[in-house]
């Protein structure tokens, strides 16, 4: 099974691990990361979570068809899927976009002050 793990860290964490992972060659699971919840919440609205739950190893989808499945109008979903290319969420293939993983795992940590 693909898991995209998406977390919180500062870009600095993020840069730091890639660069690491590098030296030694490892490739370990895929993950995106946001340097804030809020900026998480920003890209990843609900709507959004939708497009990728119904994308989730679906292979490639045709636009009109991620609009379908999710039962909104071709418009607004696209700007919604180029919003999810533009994080690297997904991909754009010549037969329609794709989500390629399985799963999704989100993991952060919310704490006082």
Known sequence: MSML???IRSLRDTLDDAVQAMERLECSQPHI???????LWKI???????????????GPLALREIARRVGRDVKS????V?????A???ERQ?????FP?????????????
């Open 44 to 58: 990843l609205t609900g709507k959004r979570w939708e497009i990728l739950r119904v994308m989730t190893a679906a």
């Open 5 to 7: 793990t998406i977390d």
């Open 33 to 39: 990361s946001f340097e804030s919840p809020e900026l």
């Open 101 to 113: 993983y399985d799963a999704v795992h989100v993991n952060f940590l919310l704490k006082a002050g």
């Open 94 to 98: 010549d037969n329609g976009f794709v």
């Open 88 to 90: 690297g969420l997904i």
């Open 82 to 86: 180029h919003a999810l290319l533009d």
């Open 77 to 80: 979903v696209h700007l919604d």
